[in-house]
Protein backbone atom coordinates (compact mmCIF):
# COMPACT_ATOMS: atom_id res chain seq x y z
CA UNK A 1 0.00 0.00 0.00
CA UNK A 2 1.61 3.63 -0.80
CA UNK A 3 -0.45 4.98 2.79
CA UNK A 4 -2.22 7.56 0.26
CA UNK A 5 -6.24 7.86 0.57
CA UNK A 6 -8.41 7.19 -2.04
CA UNK A 7 -10.25 10.16 -3.70
CA UNK A 8 -14.00 10.32 -3.87
CA UNK A 9 -15.64 10.17 -7.25
CA UNK A 10 -17.17 13.33 -9.15
CA UNK A 11 -19.32 12.05 -12.08
CA UNK A 12 -20.12 15.46 -14.64
CA UNK A 13 -22.47 14.41 -16.63
CA UNK A 14 -22.55 16.92 -19.93
CA UNK A 15 -19.24 17.26 -22.03
CA UNK A 16 -17.48 19.96 -19.27
CA UNK A 17 -14.62 22.30 -20.24
CA UNK A 18 -11.36 20.87 -19.50
CA UNK A 19 -10.85 23.22 -16.60
CA UNK A 20 -13.32 22.29 -15.06
CA UNK A 21 -12.42 19.12 -15.30
CA UNK A 22 -8.40 19.88 -13.72
CA UNK A 23 -10.14 21.44 -11.29
CA UNK A 24 -12.62 18.70 -9.69
CA UNK A 25 -9.42 16.22 -10.11
CA UNK A 26 -7.75 18.13 -7.35
CA UNK A 27 -9.77 16.22 -4.92
CA UNK A 28 -11.66 13.74 -6.88
CA UNK A 29 -11.16 10.88 -9.79
CA UNK A 30 -13.85 12.58 -12.11
CA UNK A 31 -15.75 10.61 -14.49
CA UNK A 32 -16.83 12.79 -17.23
CA UNK A 33 -19.10 12.55 -20.43
CA UNK A 34 -17.18 13.42 -23.36
CA UNK A 35 -19.86 13.83 -26.07
CA UNK A 36 -22.64 16.48 -27.05
CA UNK A 37 -25.30 13.79 -25.84
CA UNK A 38 -27.11 13.34 -22.45
CA UNK A 39 -25.59 9.28 -21.03
CA UNK A 40 -28.44 7.31 -21.26
CA UNK A 41 -30.43 6.87 -17.73
CA UNK A 42 -29.14 2.95 -17.18
CA UNK A 43 -25.52 4.81 -18.40
CA UNK A 44 -25.35 7.48 -15.93
CA UNK A 45 -26.83 5.17 -13.46
CA UNK A 46 -23.89 3.23 -13.70
CA UNK A 47 -21.18 5.86 -13.63
CA UNK A 48 -23.08 7.64 -10.57
CA UNK A 49 -23.56 4.06 -8.17
CA UNK A 50 -20.09 4.92 -6.37
CA UNK A 51 -20.21 8.55 -7.20
CA UNK A 52 -19.70 11.05 -4.00
CA UNK A 53 -20.68 14.57 -6.46
CA UNK A 54 -22.92 14.35 -9.56
CA UNK A 55 -22.76 17.94 -11.22
CA UNK A 56 -25.50 18.19 -13.56
CA UNK A 57 -26.49 20.38 -16.30
CA UNK A 58 -30.41 21.37 -18.18
CA UNK A 59 -31.03 17.84 -19.68
CA UNK A 60 -30.54 15.86 -16.82
CA UNK A 61 -33.51 14.73 -14.04
CA UNK A 62 -32.62 13.41 -10.92
CA UNK A 63 -35.59 11.94 -8.75
CA UNK A 64 -35.56 9.80 -5.43
CA UNK A 65 -35.62 6.44 -7.37
CA UNK A 66 -32.54 7.56 -9.14
CA UNK A 67 -31.14 8.68 -5.55
CA UNK A 68 -31.50 5.56 -4.21
CA UNK A 69 -28.86 3.76 -6.40
CA UNK A 70 -26.55 6.40 -5.29
CA UNK A 71 -25.80 5.53 -1.50
CA UNK A 72 -22.53 7.51 -1.23
CA UNK A 73 -23.60 10.90 -3.01
CA UNK A 74 -22.83 13.65 -1.01
CA UNK A 75 -23.70 16.46 -3.63
CA UNK A 76 -25.61 17.00 -6.54
CA UNK A 77 -24.35 20.66 -8.23
CA UNK A 78 -26.28 21.96 -11.14
CA UNK A 79 -24.55 24.03 -13.06
CA UNK A 80 -27.34 25.95 -14.15
CA UNK A 81 -30.14 28.52 -12.17
CA UNK A 82 -33.16 26.48 -12.41
CA UNK A 83 -34.00 23.61 -11.22
CA UNK A 84 -37.31 21.91 -11.37
CA UNK A 85 -35.78 18.69 -13.32
CA UNK A 86 -34.58 17.82 -9.69
CA UNK A 87 -36.04 16.22 -6.67
CA UNK A 88 -34.49 18.76 -4.27
CA UNK A 89 -36.97 17.18 -1.42
CA UNK A 90 -35.64 13.80 -1.64
CA UNK A 91 -31.76 15.56 -2.09
CA UNK A 92 -32.34 16.66 1.59
CA UNK A 93 -34.37 13.30 3.15
CA UNK A 94 -30.76 11.58 2.03
CA UNK A 95 -28.79 14.00 3.59
CA UNK A 96 -27.48 15.26 -0.39
CA UNK A 97 -26.62 18.47 -0.53
CA UNK A 98 -28.49 20.30 -4.08
CA UNK A 99 -26.52 23.56 -5.26
CA UNK A 100 -27.31 25.73 -8.34
CA UNK A 101 -25.01 28.96 -10.02
CA UNK A 102 -27.50 31.61 -8.96
CA UNK A 103 -25.90 35.08 -11.01
CA UNK A 104 -23.86 34.30 -13.53
CA UNK A 105 -26.96 33.22 -16.16
CA UNK A 106 -28.51 36.65 -15.81
CA UNK A 107 -26.68 38.97 -18.13
CA UNK A 108 -26.36 36.40 -21.40
CA UNK A 109 -29.99 35.57 -21.54
CA UNK A 110 -30.84 39.11 -21.16
CA UNK A 111 -28.71 39.90 -23.75
CA UNK A 112 -30.29 37.00 -26.00
CA UNK A 113 -33.74 37.97 -24.98
CA UNK A 114 -33.15 41.51 -26.30
CA UNK A 115 -31.16 39.68 -29.58
CA UNK A 116 -34.34 37.59 -30.20
CA UNK A 117 -36.65 40.71 -29.73
CA UNK A 118 -34.95 42.56 -32.43
CA UNK A 119 -34.79 39.66 -34.58
CA UNK A 120 -38.16 38.87 -34.44
CA UNK A 121 -39.63 42.39 -34.45
CA UNK A 122 -37.28 43.35 -37.71
CA UNK A 123 -38.21 40.03 -39.67
CA UNK A 124 -34.76 39.07 -39.61
CA UNK A 125 -35.22 35.59 -40.19
CA UNK A 126 -37.09 35.85 -43.32
CA UNK A 127 -34.70 38.42 -44.39
CA UNK A 128 -31.84 35.56 -44.18
CA UNK A 129 -34.30 33.28 -45.92
CA UNK A 130 -34.81 35.62 -48.63
CA UNK A 131 -31.02 36.14 -49.79
CA UNK A 132 -29.86 32.79 -49.20
CA UNK A 133 -32.80 32.02 -51.74
CA UNK A 134 -31.23 34.38 -54.30
CA UNK A 135 -34.40 36.24 -54.20
CA UNK A 136 -32.75 39.35 -53.30
CA UNK A 137 -32.51 41.86 -56.25
CA UNK A 138 -32.17 44.82 -54.45
CA UNK A 139 -34.41 47.02 -51.78
CA UNK A 140 -37.65 46.69 -52.13
CA UNK A 141 -40.61 47.74 -50.33
CA UNK A 142 -41.27 44.45 -48.51
CA UNK A 143 -40.57 42.79 -44.72
CA UNK A 144 -41.49 45.67 -42.59
CA UNK A 145 -41.55 45.24 -39.04
CA UNK A 146 -41.60 47.30 -36.50
CA UNK A 147 -39.32 48.80 -33.75
CA UNK A 148 -38.28 47.62 -30.45
CA UNK A 149 -37.14 51.69 -29.94
CA UNK A 150 -39.81 53.17 -27.93
CA UNK A 151 -41.58 50.17 -27.27
CA UNK A 152 -43.23 48.82 -24.13
CA UNK A 153 -41.68 45.67 -22.71
CA UNK A 154 -44.13 43.92 -20.10
CA UNK A 155 -41.54 41.51 -17.78
CA UNK A 156 -43.62 38.76 -16.34
CA UNK A 157 -41.14 38.14 -12.97
CA UNK A 158 -38.82 41.12 -12.23
CA UNK A 159 -35.69 38.79 -10.98
CA UNK A 160 -31.93 39.20 -12.35
CA UNK A 161 -32.59 38.50 -15.80
CA UNK A 162 -35.99 41.31 -16.09
CA UNK A 163 -33.42 43.79 -14.18
CA UNK A 164 -30.57 43.11 -16.95
CA UNK A 165 -33.06 43.08 -19.73
CA UNK A 166 -34.74 46.31 -18.59
CA UNK A 167 -31.37 48.09 -17.90
CA UNK A 168 -30.45 46.70 -21.99
CA UNK A 169 -33.90 48.42 -22.83
CA UNK A 170 -33.68 51.54 -20.82
CA UNK A 171 -30.70 52.25 -23.87
CA UNK A 172 -33.99 52.18 -26.88
CA UNK A 173 -36.23 54.48 -24.71
CA UNK A 174 -38.40 51.68 -23.65
CA UNK A 175 -41.08 51.67 -21.39
CA UNK A 176 -41.03 48.50 -18.60
CA UNK A 177 -43.66 47.02 -16.61
CA UNK A 178 -43.85 44.50 -14.55
CA UNK A 179 -45.41 41.91 -12.62
CA UNK A 180 -44.89 39.24 -10.35
CA UNK A 181 -47.89 37.10 -10.39
CA UNK A 182 -46.51 34.88 -7.00
CA UNK A 183 -46.45 37.85 -5.17
CA UNK A 184 -48.50 40.36 -6.70
CA UNK A 185 -45.07 42.53 -7.06
CA UNK A 186 -45.85 45.47 -10.28
CA UNK A 187 -49.02 45.72 -12.43
CA UNK A 188 -51.22 43.56 -12.53
CA UNK A 189 -51.09 40.61 -15.16
CA UNK A 190 -54.19 41.88 -17.23
CA UNK A 191 -52.94 45.01 -17.38
CA UNK A 192 -49.11 44.16 -18.41
CA UNK A 193 -50.96 42.18 -21.37
CA UNK A 194 -53.15 44.99 -22.76
CA UNK A 195 -50.58 47.12 -22.77
CA UNK A 196 -47.65 45.85 -23.68
CA UNK A 197 -45.73 45.73 -27.27
CA UNK A 198 -43.34 43.08 -26.01
CA UNK A 199 -44.15 40.00 -23.85
CA UNK A 200 -41.68 38.12 -21.96
CA UNK A 201 -42.73 35.80 -19.44
CA UNK A 202 -39.22 35.49 -16.87
CA UNK A 203 -40.22 33.10 -13.70
CA UNK A 204 -39.19 29.46 -13.03
CA UNK A 205 -41.10 27.10 -13.89
CA UNK A 206 -43.29 25.72 -10.94
CA UNK A 207 -47.23 24.19 -10.65
CA UNK A 208 -48.55 27.93 -10.68
CA UNK A 209 -46.52 29.06 -13.85
CA UNK A 210 -47.08 25.94 -15.97
CA UNK A 211 -48.89 27.19 -18.94
CA UNK A 212 -48.96 30.78 -17.58
CA UNK A 213 -49.36 31.86 -21.18
CA UNK A 214 -52.82 30.11 -23.11
CA UNK A 215 -55.20 30.46 -25.17
CA UNK A 216 -56.87 32.93 -22.06
CA UNK A 217 -53.26 35.18 -21.39
CA UNK A 218 -52.89 35.42 -25.00
CA UNK A 219 -56.17 37.12 -25.82
CA UNK A 220 -55.75 39.31 -23.01
CA UNK A 221 -52.83 40.56 -25.05
CA UNK A 222 -53.41 43.43 -27.67
CA UNK A 223 -53.51 42.58 -31.17
CA UNK A 224 -50.05 42.37 -32.99
CA UNK A 225 -47.53 41.96 -29.76
CA UNK A 226 -44.96 39.63 -29.90
CA UNK A 227 -44.39 36.96 -27.29
CA UNK A 228 -40.56 36.17 -26.24
CA UNK A 229 -39.78 33.28 -23.94
CA UNK A 230 -36.05 32.63 -22.08
CA UNK A 231 -37.42 31.02 -19.49
CA UNK A 232 -38.91 27.32 -19.38
CA UNK A 233 -40.63 25.74 -22.60
CA UNK A 234 -43.25 24.83 -20.47
CA UNK A 235 -44.67 28.48 -19.63
CA UNK A 236 -45.90 28.72 -22.92
CA UNK A 237 -48.28 26.38 -24.18
CA UNK A 238 -47.24 26.07 -27.46
CA UNK A 239 -50.45 24.73 -29.20
CA UNK A 240 -52.30 27.90 -28.04
CA UNK A 241 -49.38 30.18 -29.45
CA UNK A 242 -49.58 28.64 -32.47
CA UNK A 243 -53.30 29.33 -33.25
CA UNK A 244 -52.81 32.65 -32.25
CA UNK A 245 -50.29 32.99 -34.57
CA UNK A 246 -52.49 31.64 -37.02
CA UNK A 247 -55.33 33.93 -36.47
CA UNK A 248 -53.35 37.09 -36.63
CA UNK A 249 -53.64 38.21 -32.89
CA UNK A 250 -49.94 37.12 -31.75
CA UNK A 251 -47.86 39.20 -34.15
CA UNK A 252 -44.72 37.32 -33.61
CA UNK A 253 -43.17 34.30 -31.44
CA UNK A 254 -39.22 34.13 -30.65
CA UNK A 255 -38.05 31.58 -28.04
CA UNK A 256 -34.86 29.65 -26.53
CA UNK A 257 -36.70 27.20 -24.59
CA UNK A 258 -39.28 24.66 -25.72
CA UNK A 259 -41.95 22.26 -23.78
CA UNK A 260 -40.10 19.05 -24.96
CA UNK A 261 -36.94 19.93 -22.47
CA UNK A 262 -38.68 19.90 -19.23
CA UNK A 263 -38.14 16.56 -18.36
CA UNK A 264 -39.23 16.39 -15.26
CA UNK A 265 -43.00 16.34 -17.18
CA UNK A 266 -44.11 12.68 -17.43
CA UNK A 267 -46.64 14.40 -19.92
CA UNK A 268 -44.11 16.73 -22.09
CA UNK A 269 -44.00 16.44 -25.66
CA UNK A 270 -41.22 14.64 -27.17
CA UNK A 271 -40.95 17.60 -30.31
CA UNK A 272 -41.92 21.35 -30.65
CA UNK A 273 -45.49 21.35 -32.00
CA UNK A 274 -45.15 20.77 -36.13
CA UNK A 275 -48.33 23.60 -35.56
CA UNK A 276 -45.87 25.94 -34.18
CA UNK A 277 -42.84 25.06 -36.07
CA UNK A 278 -45.29 25.95 -39.41
CA UNK A 279 -45.18 29.17 -38.29
CA UNK A 280 -41.83 30.33 -40.12
CA UNK A 281 -42.13 33.92 -41.30
CA UNK A 282 -44.36 34.70 -37.46
CA UNK A 283 -41.18 33.05 -35.54
CA UNK A 284 -37.53 32.71 -34.36
CA UNK A 285 -36.11 30.01 -32.32
CA UNK A 286 -32.70 29.26 -30.93
CA UNK A 287 -31.75 25.83 -29.57
CA UNK A 288 -31.75 26.86 -25.14
CA UNK A 289 -28.29 29.29 -26.07
CA UNK A 290 -29.41 31.62 -23.43
CA UNK A 291 -25.88 30.85 -21.51
CA UNK A 292 -24.17 29.78 -24.20
CA UNK A 293 -21.37 32.70 -24.12
CA UNK A 294 -17.63 30.21 -23.50
CA UNK A 295 -16.86 32.67 -20.71
CA UNK A 296 -20.30 32.80 -18.95
CA UNK A 297 -20.36 28.55 -18.82
CA UNK A 298 -16.85 28.80 -18.10
CA UNK A 299 -18.15 30.37 -14.64
CA UNK A 300 -21.28 28.68 -14.49
CA UNK A 301 -19.11 24.94 -14.34
CA UNK A 302 -16.56 26.48 -12.38
CA UNK A 303 -19.09 27.58 -9.97
CA UNK A 304 -20.82 24.04 -9.68
CA UNK A 305 -17.39 22.95 -9.54
CA UNK A 306 -16.47 24.81 -6.42
CA UNK A 307 -19.38 23.63 -4.40
CA UNK A 308 -18.39 20.38 -5.26
CA UNK A 309 -15.04 20.83 -3.33
CA UNK A 310 -16.59 22.45 -0.72
CA UNK A 311 -18.73 19.59 -0.29
CA UNK A 312 -16.04 16.92 -0.08
CA UNK A 313 -14.01 18.96 2.00
CA UNK A 314 -16.77 18.95 4.53
CA UNK A 315 -17.83 22.26 4.65
CA UNK A 316 -21.82 23.84 3.62
CA UNK A 317 -21.45 24.80 -0.53
CA UNK A 318 -22.06 28.50 -0.97
CA UNK A 319 -24.86 27.89 -3.56
CA UNK A 320 -26.70 25.45 -1.95
CA UNK A 321 -31.06 25.91 -1.98
CA UNK A 322 -31.20 23.15 0.77
CA UNK A 323 -29.94 21.79 4.01
CA UNK A 324 -29.70 18.41 3.99
CA UNK A 325 -30.99 15.95 7.11
Request: proline share 6%; hydrophobic share 45%; net charge neutral.
Amino acid sequence: MNGRAEKPQAVITQRPFPETVALLSEVADVVANDTNDPWPRDRLLQNARSAEALMVFMPDSIDEKFLRECPRLKVVAAALKGYDNFDVAACSQRGIWFTIVPDLLSESTAELALALMLGLARNMRSGDALIRAGEFHGWRPILYGNAVKASTAGMIGFGGVGRALARMLNGFGCTIVHCDPASGDGVPLSKLLAVSDFVLPLVPLTKQTFHLIDAGTLKQMKRGAYLVNVSRGSIVDEGAVAAALESGHLAGYAADTFEMEDWARGDRPRAISPLLLRQAEKTLFTPHLGSAVISVRLAIERAAALNICEVLAGRTPPDAVNRPG
